[in-house]
């Protein structure tokens, strides 16, 4: 049974579901909408920045809803709690950018693309088409000399290049997968703070995290 679904049920009898914080996240973002605000918290509690996200997550439960004069019905509280929760993530696990970043994520049902497939390569930097297939582009050069010891062209003073181009580079690798790091460490604590508080209406959030590390073969 997915969270969407079985949320409404599970109100009415009064039990709460174990959900993962990714889970959670998504169902808040996906089926509630819910809306990131960072001005929300200061303008209904008169809260400074700075001020710790446990904090405001009691505040918000103690407030129960937020007044919202929008066209359509508020999301759901524990919803309106997940995107309380990330208005508010600590600078030490990405900020706002990262709560940006989790919200788009969420609402894509997606992680950051830590590059599963990608090897680094060098490729030739144009392709043409001739008769007799697809062959990389070269181009002409009078002084080999200046690109090649001289040893290595036998003496000769012309000749044909091909200009190359590297992808997947082990520095772009590198930087996707630390971006799906960091990405985990603020789920993390965002998990941390839900499992301390249990202010939630109708989950409970499980110790469940994404895999830590995917591509070498961790399981979630």
């Known amino acids: 049974m997915s969270v969407g679904l079985a949320s409404a049920s599970l109100v009415r009898c009064g039990v709460k579901q174990q959900v993962s914080i990714r889970g959670l996240i998504e169902w808040a973002f996906q089926r509630e909408l819910a809306s990131l605000d960072f001005d929300e918290i200061e303008r209904e509690t008169g809260a400074r920045p700075g001020i710790g996200m446990e904090w405001i997550m009691i505040e918000r439960a103690r407030l129960g809803c ?115 790091l960091a990405w985990r460490l603020a789920l993390m604590a965002l998990r941390n703070t839900f499992q301390i508080l249990g202010n939630l209406t109708v989950f409970i959030v499980t110790e469940t995290l994404p895999a830590l590390r995917p591509w070498g073969n961790d399981l979630e």
């Not at 181009?139 to 290049?161: I, M, N, Q, T």
């Open 66 to 180: 937020r007044v919202d004069g929008g066209g359509r019905s508020d999301p759901h509280h524990d919803a309106e709690l997940v995107a309380s929760a990330l208005a508010v993530l600590p600078e030490g696990v990405g900020g706002r950018r990262m709560a940006i970043r989790i919200a788009e994520l969420a609402r894509a049902g997606q992680c950051p693309d830590w590059r599963r497939d990608a090897e680094p390569r060098c490729e030739p930097l144009d392709w043409r088409q001739s008769k007799h297939g697809r062959f990389a582009h070269r181009e002409f050069c009078r002084d080999l000399g200046s690109r090649w010891p001289a040893d290595s062209v036998k003496g000769k003073d012309w000749g044909y290049w091909c200009p190359v181009t590297y992808t997947n580079t082990a520095r772009e690798i590198a930087a996707c997968r630390r971006e799906y």
